[in-house]
């Protein structure tokens, strides 16, 4: 609740009993399908929300590896990649500016600073206005993961802030935790062979069936076979879902 005569916070009653269960079912999550599970449901209690983007660094010389959660299907591994574009992507001005402040970062509808129009472009055509995000810095002042809430579904005040700010050790560990269990690379491509990895790659260039077979000579049955057992060996429920797999264990590239 939010205590007007002291501006102070704290979580009471129901609250408290939703942090507990939060914190006790995320010791069970130790892979992506059961990130998404807890996401959809324990932590939806204390931070409703539609898409969450995380990001997580495993360590000096590694690249941020991102992964997505999602209950809205026309948001897809294109978007992602706008968003986290290196150079000017919005997650990347998000983070910035959460880092420089050292607190939560929140954008609403009616909001008009911080972030360029292009971003603020990207926010709205998007449609992930209120956003709430924050991360996780390692010993050496680096970002070491970080998570973006979009269109969360309530108000975006002191409380949201007090809220991310009490999850947040939760995520990092839980993400940190999904990462380390990812498939590594090697074994990756062991299981996927030189063709379903050439499928894969037009997957990640969002070729349909028909453009797939038409490039690599198959009929489009054929291409439909490929795909299923890409989702089956990398464990993935849909297109989006394998390419985003594959680039967060290091299959493919993000770029």
């Not at 309530?154 to 940190?176: A, H």
């Not at 590594?184 to 037009?202: A, D, F, I």
Request: charged share 25%; glycine share 4%; with cysteine.
């Amino acid at each position: 609740m939010l205590d007007l005569d002291n501006n102070l916070i704290t979580l009471e009653g129901e609250d408290q009993g939703r942090l507990v269960s939060i914190i006790d079912s995320s010791l069970k999550v130790n892979d992506e399908k059961r990130f998404f599970c807890w996401a959809q449901c324990e932590l939806q209690y204390l931070m409703p929300h539609e898409i969450l983007l995380c990001g997580t660094n495993m360590g000096a010389g590694s690249m941020m590896r991102y992964f997505l959660f999602s209950s809205t299907p026309e948001f897809t591994i294109e978007h992602v990649r706008e968003l986290c574009n290196p150079n000017d992507g919005l997650i990347n001005q998000m983070m910035r500016i959460a880092e420089l402040s050292g607190d939560v970062f929140l954008i609403g509808p009616d909001s008009r600073d911080n972030l360029d129009l292009d971003c603020m472009e990207a926010l709205r055509r998007h449609k992930l206005i209120n956003a709430v995000a924050h991360g996780v810095l390692d010993a050496e002042s680096r970002l070491k993961s970080y998570f973006c809430f979009f269109r969360v579904h309530e108000k975006l005040d002191n409380r949201t802030r007090y809220l991310l700010n009490i999850l947040l050790p939760i995520l990092d560990v839980t993400i940190s935790r999904v990462a380390v269990n990812a498939v590594p690379q090697k074994q990756c491509e062991v299981m996927l062979g030189k063709r379903l990895m050439e499928v894969l790659l037009l997957l990640k260039a969002g070729k349909s069936n028909q453009e797939i077979a038409e490039e690599l000579a198959l009929s489009p049955l054929t291409v439909k076979n490929h795909v299923q057992k890409i989702l089956k060996k990398l464990k993935a429920k849909s297109r989006t879902h394998a390419v985003i797999h594959a680039i967060n264990i290091g299959l493919l590239s993000h770029k």
